[in-house]
């Protein structure tokens, strides 16, 4: 009698099924918001078993803790680790007229223009994180809040800045703006194109009002 060759066992692969869990979290909190997401649910789109999700989030609100925190990495990646290849370049983004400012606004031109880009291509995700960052008691526990204040702060300490800049009043301002205006894109907008026409618009106006109000450098032209 020919032996019975033994089923292979298939090969654990814990982080990748966190990744999984994620990923549909991250759909579900996007599609209809926290309250429809449950961990259940979740395993269900994640293509896995209830007992399996269980052993990586007790909870939904750990699971809605560890999305916010995903997507604070996802920003911070998009916004200030441009790489080469990155999905949101800026050098074909911003205006002439910016050539002859210091390098520091540069970098504050270029992070905008990815904020502007990213939030419009990922608004619903972006709003429930802003709603998060905002209820919580120590924001700067938020990986993306802490680097995108300290880089307020640089600039506001710097000699390109006008005295007495509220640095936290500033930040909420400026997030406040850039995580609502897709609201705005998502009912005016009819193409891909049209989007990030959008976003680019947005992203120059930022930088528009911070050289006339935030900075003491001002730009020679209208931007």
Partial sequence: MPQTKPRERRKRDPEGTRIAILDAAQTILAEDGAEALSVSRVANLAGVNRGTAYQHFLAKEDLIEATMSRVSHQLLEAVFEEKEGSVYPIEDELEPDLQHLPDMIKRMAGFTMRMALYTV???????????????????????????????????????????????????????????LWPVWVDSHAKSKKMRKQMAQRFGNEVLRLTLNGFLAVKSPTPL
């Fill in 121 to 179: 291509d990922n608004p619903d995700i972006s709003r429930i994180w802003l709603f998060d960052l905002l209820s919580k008691k120590d924001p700067k526990e938020d990986v993306f809040y802490k680097r995108f204040l300290q880089a307020i702060e640089r600039l506001a300490a710097s000699d390109v800045s006008a005295p007495d800049i509220d640095v936290e009043a500033l930040a909420v301002l400026m997030l406040s703006g850039f995580f």
